[in-house]
């Protein structure tokens, strides 16, 4: 195994991050923003491939997140499902919803491809917050925790080591499908399009093809969430934490998958330092978007590398 | 001929008001240099998106080695054998150079997803065939100093060339080039000309759209000049060149174009 | 007519004009600037709640609507200089998520010059409701009409005949070009944005009355004329008013007939559905990719 590329390398860093983290994590608040950070992070992750890797836009990615979190919630706490089967059933029903709303929707570009993920993202949060008998509606609804035969998985310290090997795993996929002739296929998609096509490439198959996966990625994490905090509401599932998605992504830098994970925690931290501000919360969020924008338009990773490769001139 | 390898038959596209194809019809031998020439706005690049299924035809129809291939979509015609490059190069920056030839062998390679996500064994050693290939077709285009490059540190001249190893990486039967020589010296020039013969000799059909007279006079078995998106000729270049319309066609054009 | 479909429409219309308003708005800025103002629903917000501070320091409503219309230019013209303008030639994404920022921004100031309650505006002539057709119409909605109408023909006027207008049209199309032709284009830029703030300030203060106003009334407003400058075809001025118009028409009749609990989600089925089986909207210029 060469320790040097940055596949490799960068695996075991995350490895050890997550192993030796618990060291600096003082009680269960912190374990849980730690928690929150991996489920975001294995969101960003699939989401980077989509709007990062084969360039596409995604306004709509809590909507996902929401249907995996509401979907393990109802069929456990609801209808008594076991929670692996909930799992299941809730992957691949998401998995199925994007293959068939992709088609239609990535053959948009641009700014409608934007206000139709947009749409079908506030879409998927209306009916959540409308059909409350099944959901809750506004207040939310209990879910059972995550249980195996013999087995109940609950607990700061359980869905730590949970949440990180499923973000490695997360990861090593991403990685595995970037490095791949599909992942290179997706790359070229968003150099050229029509570069990729004449070069054999289906570019609405590939395009509904990651987006499926990154879909599935959304829910995996949505349903993780679910089970990990007992409790789900709406606020997940509607417009600003899509935002709040692209833009750890964004931040990270994108075509970066290390880098979404970088921006999932940072993003992920920022509103937990932020609410010492409490009413001055929103306006430095806001104020921290614009600013990471305007002066790393590229990213913090890429930006950092670049400042790096610089210094080392 | 026989079968022609392609047969276009009263091919039209109408933008709007304006027919930039006229029902053009001709057919091509196989493992020959075609070239198709005309003044500007004549509707060469227009055609030779039609027949790379960029552009669905108003009317009329393109036969591809005797199958019917009218309005597939460019990827289905790549699986069939088409290749093209770009006037304006489409290469991918986000790259390097030898992925991005790469891409032209997609339709080789085993693309299958699950089995990209879980790094199967046997991807690993495609890889690197896929790899060895590629850096050959960049030697084979006179590209052999770029073999660890990043696509966008090439210069323009290179990047034409790439982008015809990248076309070349599908194994094609039919190549088509869009103005190969746009933008580039005499010497580079002579590079493209000495690639087209190469690639015709190895049995590759070549079609080139192109504005440089003394490569398609010189490299060219066959010539179809176009003029307000109707075919005004075609032959051998000895025929071409010798024909009224066509000098009244250009001449007419430069005279205009000296105002 | 049946007595409640002409009151579905009336309402319909009353709310689709001021998405027609607010859609004007992301249809200038867009061309422009090719830039997707997330923040344009925060000028209706500022419109509105700037009105009703003013109103209730003492200033009679004709004093005060033309001061929170200039309010809102002055937060227009800021976001671009500030926020817009450094972050020229960045990736659609990012400059997504820039004017996202900015709205964000917007309602947490918002949350602190003024408050999280809703606050109402007294309408402009009264609360007698009018009998028309078998429906009862607000005076207020009147106004709306009215003074949405009157804005889309002086609107018309302007890029149609004034130089101004006609500059900011060109820049629109060819940005280069225009500039060549000595267009000032960094000041065509901060016009879009000053005219589009005034739109959405003025939608803002028409609707108060009737829908009361709030911090973060701007949001699905915002959202639901972006919808329908997309359905319209962006970047058309036409299209902008006729896609807000349909939905406020069509989102007021399925909530009528179909259901009223779904009533914020119909705009956005239709324009997925529009979007589906035309890309680019009803009047959206069909651009062949020249390769």
């Known amino acids: 195994m060469n320790w040097k590329t940055p596949r490799t390398g960068g695996l075991a860093a995350l490895a050890a991050v997550i192993l030796l983290l618990p060291l600096a994590l003082a009680n269960n608040y912190w374990y849980e923003v730690a928690i929150l950070i991996g489920i975001n992070a294995i969101v960003c992750v699939g989401l980077n491939l989509l709007v990062g890797y084969a360039g596409q836009i995604s306004l709509g990615h809590a909507g996902f997140f929401g249907l995996g979190a509401y979907g393990s919630a109802i069929l456990t706490a609801r209808y008594g499902w076991p929670s692996a089967a909930a799992l299941v059933a809730t992957t691949a029903g998401v998995a199925l919803l994007a293959l068939l709303v992709g ?11 934007a206000m139709a993920t947009l749409g079908m993202g506030v879409i998927i949060s209306i009916v959540i917050v409308t059909e409350d008998r099944l959901t809750g509606g506004p207040d939310g609804m209990s879910v059972p925790a995550f249980t195996l035969p013999g087995l109940s998985l609950a607990g700061e310290r359980t869905w730590y080591w949970i949440t990180g ?11 595995n499908l970037i490095e791949s002739p599909a992942g290179r296929a997706l790359r070229a998609l968003h150099g050229s399009e029509v570069g990729a096509q004449v070069s054999g490439v289906d570019a609405t198959r590939a395009k509904v093809g990651v ?35 692209v833009t750890m992504v964004v931040f990270g830098g994108m075509a970066s998958t290390f880098g979404a994970v970088i921006g999932a925690a940072t993003l992920t931290l920022l509103p937990q330092l932020l609410t010492v501000l409490k009413e001055y919360e929103m ?11 305007v002066f790393l338009p590229r990213g913090f990773l890429p930006s950092l590398m670049l400042e790096l490769k610089k210094n080392r001139k | 001929m026989n079968t022609p390898q392609l047969r276009v038959t009263a091919l039209s596209k109408a933008f ?27 509707g060469k690049t227009t055609l030779l998106n039609l027949l790379t299924g960029i552009y669905a035809p108003s009317s009329g129809t393109v036969a591809f080695d005797g199958a019917d291939v009218t309005g597939l979509a460019p990827h289905q015609l790549a699986a069939r054998g088409m290749a093209r490059t770009f006037q304006n190069p489409q290469i991918f920056f986000n790259m390097s150079a030898l992925e991005n030839v790469m891409v032209g062998r997609h339709l080789r390679e085993r693309s299958g997803w699950l089995a990209a996500m879980l790094r199967s064994a046997r991807l690993k050693t495609a890889e690197r065939e896929s790899r060895a290939e590629a850096a050959e077709l960049l030697r084979f285009v006179g590209l052999g100093e770029y073999l660890d490059a990043e696509a966008d540190a090439m210069p323009y001249g290179a990047l034409k060339r790439l982008e015809i190893a990248r076309a070349l990486g599908g194994k094609p039967k039919l190549l088509l080039l869009d103005e190969p020589a746009a933008g580039l010296n005499q010497t580079e020039t002579q590079a493209i000309n000495a690639l087209i013969t190469r690639l015709a000799k190895s049995g590759v059909t070549v079609v080139l759209v192109e504005h440089n007279m003394r490569l398609v006079m010189g ?27 066509v000098i009244e066609a250009y001449l007419g054009s430069a005279e205009q174009a000296a105002c | 007519m049946s007595a409640p479909l002409a009151q579905y429409l009336l309402t319909g219309l009353t709310i689709g004009a001021i998405y027609a308003l607010v859609a004007l708005g992301f249809a200038i800025i867009y061309n422009a600037s090719h830039v997707i103002n997330f923040a344009q629903g925060e000028f209706v917000m500022i419109g509105g709640m700037a009105t009703v501070s003013f109103a209730s320091l003492g200033l009679p409503l004709l004093a005060a609507i033309p001061v929170a219309v200039l309010a809102a230019v002055a937060v227009g013209l800021a976001l671009e200089k500030f926020a817009v303008e450094p972050a020229r030639g960045a990736s659609v994404v990012t400059l997504i998520i820039i004017t996202i920022g900015a709205s964000i921004l917007l309602r947490g100031l918002a949350t602190l010059v003024w408050d999280k309650n809703l606050h109402s505006l007294k309408p402009f002539s009264g609360e007698r409701p009018i009998e ?160």
Not at chain 1, 215 to 243: C, L, N, W
Not at chain 2, 28 to 38: D, H, M, Q, T
Not at chain 2, 230 to 242: I, P, Q, S, W, Y
Not at chain 3, 228 to 249: Q, Y
């Open chain 1, 103 to 113: 088609r239609p929707i990535l053959k948009l570009k641009g700014h409608y491809l």
């Open chain 1, 165 to 175: 090997i499923a973000l490695l795993a997360a990861v090593w996929i991403a990685l």
């Open chain 1, 211 to 245: 987006f499926v996966i990154s879909a599935v990625f959304a829910s995996f994490a949505g349903s993780m969430a679910a089970h990990y905090s007992g409790f789900i509401t709406p606020g997940k599932v509607g417009f600003f934490h899509s935002i709040e998605l």
């Open chain 1, 283 to 293: 306006v430095v969020f806001g104020a921290v978007m614009i600013a990471t924008m």
């Open chain 2, 16 to 42: 709007g008001g304006v027919l930039a194809v006229d029902q053009v019809s001709f057919d091509l031998a196989p493992a020959r240099v075609n070239s198709i020439i005309g003044p500007n706005g004549a």
């Open chain 2, 219 to 245: 490299v060219s078995d066959h010539i179809l000049v176009l003029d307000y998106g109707r075919k005004l000729c075609e032959g051998t270049a000895e025929h071409v060149r010798n024909d009224p319309k």
């Open chain 3, 132 to 291: 028309l057709a078998g429906a009862t119409i607000l005076p207020q909605s009147l106004w709306v009409l009215g003074v949405t109408l009157a804005i889309v023909l002086a609107l018309g006027g302007f890029f149609g005949r004034t130089l101004t207008g006609k500059a900011m049209l060109a820049a629109s199309h060819n940005r280069l070009a225009a500039q060549l032709c000595g267009v000032n284009v960094r000041f065509v830029l901060l016009l879009s944005f000053g005219l589009s703030a005034a739109l959405g300030a003025i939608a803002g203060i028409l609707i108060a009355p009737i829908t009361l106003t709030s911090w973060d009334v701007g949001v699905m407003l915002g959202l639901k004329g972006f919808a329908a400058a997309i359905l319209g075809g962006l970047g058309s001025g036409a299209g902008a008013v006729v896609g807000g118009l349909a939905l406020g028409i069509l989102e007021s009749l399925g909530a009528g007939y179909l259901s009223s609990a779904y009533k914020d989600a119909i705009a956005f089925v239709i324009i997925l559905a529009v979007l589906f089986f035309m890309p680019n909207g009803l009047f959206g210029m069909k651009s062949t990719e020249r390769v």
